[in-house]
């Protein structure tokens, strides 16, 4: 049964709104403006290279593992995920508190972004003002705060990806900056927020979740996998969303190879415990 939580008022600071809302613009906007006008191959060099990177910051890095712990990693390459999703201008404490409360809340009104709140809130709004104040974000992610170097890029989260834009700038260009660097960061954003939106809205539920999480086929194939998201819903702590052989999921392989490289280890599988509960029946 969902749960009903009173809805909180916006907490966020209003030069925080305006740099976020600053960033979108120019995350959005940039690489619209070089398509049109013209790139070059080092352009697209660049984004074979980096883009890899930034999904796996993301869905790797932010989602899987900083979020939900699904496999654990030494503190070294702990920060080059870190790093990794700060090349999107993510960040690894902010996200995790805000996802965690997401889980906490799903599809209540203190979700941070619930497509109950509409299509602007659930896709951009929430990035603007996500109705929680900095502390308890990193309350919510509090086992984060003993690390001091993701506190810093906590603090920091602006720098990383601003200095990768200053190295794409002096290979390439602002072309270089606008396809090499902004344009994953845009796809990766709005792939994001497809999620949130359209797999709380639209898609099969195998599961007997508490929230209206769905499993949608499209979503996942754009979203290298998250798109499996009533699976995700049903079993967050697990390191893939595919839990089986049709359901494609990316970033699941990504953990596998980090695994087999002994990157990463203790990496936690769907239990046949787990896939049998809560079943929905077919026919429902």
């Known amino acids: 049964m969902t749960r009903v939580v009173a809805s909180r008022p916006p907490v966020q600071s209003v030069p925080t709104q305006v740099r976020t809302a600053i960033l979108l613009i120019v995350l959005q906007l940039t690489p619209i403006i070089f398509l049109l006008k013209g790139t070059n191959s080092t352009d697209w060099i660049l984004f074979a290279v980096i883009y890899p990177l930034q999904s796996i910051g993301v869905g790797v890095s932010l989602h899987r593992y900083f979020a939900h712990r699904s496999f654990k990693t030494s503190r070294w390459f702990q920060f080059i995920m870190a790093l990794m999703a700060a090349s999107v201008f993510g960040d690894a404490v902010r996200f995790t508190g805000k996802h965690r409360l997401h889980h906490r809340y799903s599809d209540t009104t203190n979700d941070t972004h619930t497509p109950m709140k509409g299509f602007w809130s659930c896709w951009y709004g929430s990035l603007l003002d996500n109705g929680y104040t900095d502390d308890e974000l990193c309350d919510a992610a509090r086992d984060l705060r003993k690390y001091p170097e993701l506190m810093l890029l906590h603090r920091y989260w602006m720098v990383p990806g601003l200095v990768l834009c200053g190295i794409a700038f ?54 290298f996998g998250e798109g499996w998201h009533n699976n995700h819903h049903h079993y967050p702590a697990t390191a893939r969303a595919g839990f089986h052989w049709w359901e494609v999921d990316m970033y699941y392989w990504a953990i596998w190879l980090f695994e087999k490289l002994g990157l990463v280890w203790d990496v936690r599988q769907p239990t046949q415990e787990m896939l049998d509960k809560t079943l929905i029946p077919k026919t429902a």
């Open 170 to 223: 002096l290979i390439g260009g602002m072309s270089s900056v606008a396809i090499g660097v902004l344009l994953g960061s845009a796809l990766l954003m709005n792939q994001a927020a497809a999620v949130n939106y359209f797999c709380h809205k639209y898609g099969r539920r195998r599961f007997d979740t508490r929230d209206r999480s769905t499993n949608n086929a499209l979503i996942a194939a754009l979203s």
